[in-house]
């Protein structure tokens, strides 16, 4: 049997809930399209984004650990696929839009840099003067303007509902700009489970990766009141020690904990609510995704322990330090001799300005090629 776009859509009406976004009923495209047949416009979303280049190009950018210090770390890819499973559970248990949380979730990161928020801080430090810089912005770009893959357009021409997602993702670390798209409405229920998935993976695989890399150990974490419940639920006593089946168990068991509590307050939320359609919900005074306030009190702990004993752990301050070396002197090179950058690059300074064009090359980097061609700019013994 086929299914239609059209019967694809009827399927939405029956599983949805009233505040789920329906793809029949979106805002559509910048440019008007002649939409598949077989697929609904969410779906197609998600395939042009996971067509990019900038999407395979996080497979070599940094998420905590630079691919080089093994095959096991997180990438930015990884944590992307990360995300968008566990934002694909939260969707289809809460009955929101499945394929565009997806969505949202693989094109999230597409903007960042290469050596993750190091690289991310010198790029903004080095374009204060000249527009600025962060990685949502810079995803944005690329999927209106970066991108060349169609002859009729710039970018991918993704939905608004897509974009509009995108551009309001926020976190601890990422800050939304959305004035034009409907600023004084929150993010659809889509965006907001998103944005949750994103610090929910994060935290959890950057714990099971500074566990791993030795960085940090099971006994700082004693007393650390997550750590300490998730560890009750499985019989593990305190330990100095993890094997890896013991440590996947954790985090499993972490994540399982975390996305238990999220829909059991998603849902609380919504039925306090009332809201019977997507809009009343973008119109609300506060986000309906979120943990309950325990959990909140929790995961934060787990948070500021991991930046105070991972993110500031000495090797991984060096290497952010290093990162800052490199991202800043190939701008610097570029800036003071641009005819050193591809011939590519040099023809568009005309059209997006010198410090721009300079910009979207570095940031479209991978850690491997920004260092390949950071000793190509500056080893004597290597051939440019």
Same mark, same amino acid.
């Given at each position: 049997? +086929? ?123 080095? !374009? ?64 907001? +489970? ?51 089946? #013991? ?12 996305? #238990?509590?999220? +829909?059991?307050? +998603? ?51 060096? !290497? ?65």
């Amino acid at each position: 049997m +086929i299914y239609t776009r059209q019967q694809l859509e009827d399927f939405e009406d029956q599983q949805l809930a009233p505040y789920g976004i329906r793809s029949k009923n979106s805002k559509g495209r910048k440019f008007p399209e002649e939409e598949a047949d077989f697929r609904t416009r969410f779906q197609r979303d998600r395939e042009r984004v996971l067509h990019t280049t900038a999407f395979r190009r996080l497979e070599y950018k940094t998420q905590v650990f630079i691919n080089q210090e093994g095959d096991y770390y997180r990438t930015r890819l990884t944590h992307s696929l990360e995300v968008a499973q566990i934002g694909r559970s939260l969707a289809r248990t809460l009955g929101a839009n499945e394929d565009l949380v997806e969505t949202i979730c693989l094109a999230h990161d597409l903007g960042h840099p290469p050596f993750g928020h190091s690289g991310e801080a010198a790029l903004s430090r080095l !374009m204060t003067d000249h527009g600025g810089f962060n990685h949502n912005t810079q995803s944005l770009r690329i999927v209106t303007e970066l991108e060349r893959r169609y002859p009729d357009f710039p970018g991918l021409n993704l939905t608004w509902e897509t974009l509009e997602g995108m551009v309001k993702h926020e976190t601890d670390y990422d800050i939304s700009e959305a004035n034009e798209f409907d600023p004084e409405l929150r993010g659809h229920l889509e965006a907001q +489970i998103a944005n949750v998935a994103d610090e929910l993976a994060y935290t959890a695989h950057d714990l099971d990766d500074g566990l791993r890399s030795g960085m940090i150990t099971p006994g700082q974490l004693d007393g650390i009141a997550i750590w300490e419940i998730v560890n009750e639920s499985i019989g593990l006593r305190k330990t100095e020690t993890l094997d890896d089946l #013991t440590r996947h168990q954790i985090i499993r068991r972490l994540i399982d904990f975390e996305t #238990t509590d999220l +829909i059991q307050s +998603i849902d609380r939320y919504l039925r306090k609510s009332g809201v019977k359609s997507a809009l009343e919900l973008q119109k609300l005074p506060y986000n309906v995704v979120g943990f309950s306030e325990d959990m909140y009190r929790r995961n934060r702990e787990l948070k500021d322990f991991l930046f105070a004993n991972l993110y500031r752990h000495y090797r991984v301050v060096r !290497m952010s330090t290093k990162a800052e070396r490199v991202v800043s002197e190939l701008f610097n090179v570029y800036h003071s001799t641009p005819a050193v950058m591809p011939p590519y690059y040099q023809g568009l300074i005309a059209e997006r300005g010198l410090e721009r064009t300079i910009c979207d090359y570095i940031a479209g980097m991978t850690d491997r090629y920004a260092v390949d061609e950071y000793n190509r700019m500056f080893s004597p013994d290597i051939l440019p």
